[in-house]
């Protein structure tokens, strides 16, 4: 009987939504773990199975200098690895820590500022150690991520679309929240995944997927400018859940130079 490749999870600085979404799968859950041995999954089950992995999910940014060895010996006993979520693949919203001085935070928030070790910056797995896909999303879909595990469980690349949440707000009818209503949208740089979650209901995507393929962002920007967006919202904007992705840390940094020039 051949042996079932091992499927570990593993968890760094995030809130387990995109483990979450695993969960959520279900039936199709089921599915999954007939084919794979679940070897570690803290988040579904205390069983542990030692490694060599054949494939690791890994949630979460590295924000300690503790999870920067941990991540290191997973890659180390992983034969593939794939970062799935906007911590994982852009830091998350905690690297919002990484445009002022993590320090003053530290000391403002903990009464004992001496006993905490954390690192300058919230970064992506992939900035210390490679990464064989990365999985975007915040959560992650979860049809997407079932995806990915089909994908490395039959040694082929995932197939897990490019292009914008526009193209979504167009399969599904939803009508330019932009062009309708002057709703400042980031669909137009986000990418896929979501199904236009946002503006189905009538409301501005706020990025959750991080940067599509080659995003236009100084377009997008002009014209929330020409809207009348204020340059110090533009900037919130681009700080999200993924505000530390190059395309839109890039963009939001722009003009908050700007905006203290001016």
Not at 80 to 108: H, M, P, S, W
Not at 115 to 143: M, R, W
Not at 205 to 220: D, V
Not at 245 to 258: D, L
């Amino acid at each position: 009987m051949a042996r079932k490749p091992k499927l570990a999870v593993w968890k760094f600085a995030s809130c387990d939504g995109c483990q979450l979404s695993l969960l959520d799968c279900e039936d199709e859950l089921l599915t999954v773990a007939d084919r794979v041995e679940i070897a570690y999954f803290l988040e579904a089950s205390r069983a542990v199975v030692k490694g060599p992995y054949d494939l690791s999910l890994v949630e979460g940014s590295i924000t300690t200098p503790h999870d920067a060895k941990r991540i290191r010996q997973i890659r180390r006993m992983s034969r593939y690895l794939v970062a799935i979520g906007a911590c994982a693949t852009t830091g998350g919203i905690q690297a919002l820590r990484n445009f002022k001085d993590v320090r003053e935070f530290v000391q403002r928030v903990y009464a004992r500022p001496e006993y905490i070790e954390t690192l300058e910056h919230s970064t992506p797995i992939a900035a210390h150690v490679s990464v064989d896909f990365e999985l975007q999303g915040c959560p992650v879909n979860k049809y997407q991520l079932l995806e990915v595990i089909a994908a490395f469980l039959h040694g082929r690349r995932p197939n897990i679309p490019t292009h914008s949440v526009c193209m979504e707000c167009k399969r599904r009818g939803v009508v330019c929240v932009m062009v309708a209503r002057g709703i400042p949208c980031l669909g137009p740089v986000t990418q896929a995944g979501c199904n236009a979650l946002c503006p189905a209901y009538h409301r501005g995507c706020f990025g959750c997927f991080g940067p599509k393929e080659t995003p236009n962002t100084a377009s997008l920007s002009a014209r929330w400018l020409e809207m009348g967006v204020p340059r110090e919202d533009l900037v919130r904007a681009f700080r999200g859940f993924t505000g530390y992705a190059e395309a839109f840390r890039k963009e939001s940094m722009s003009h908050e130079t700007a905006d203290h020039q001016g």
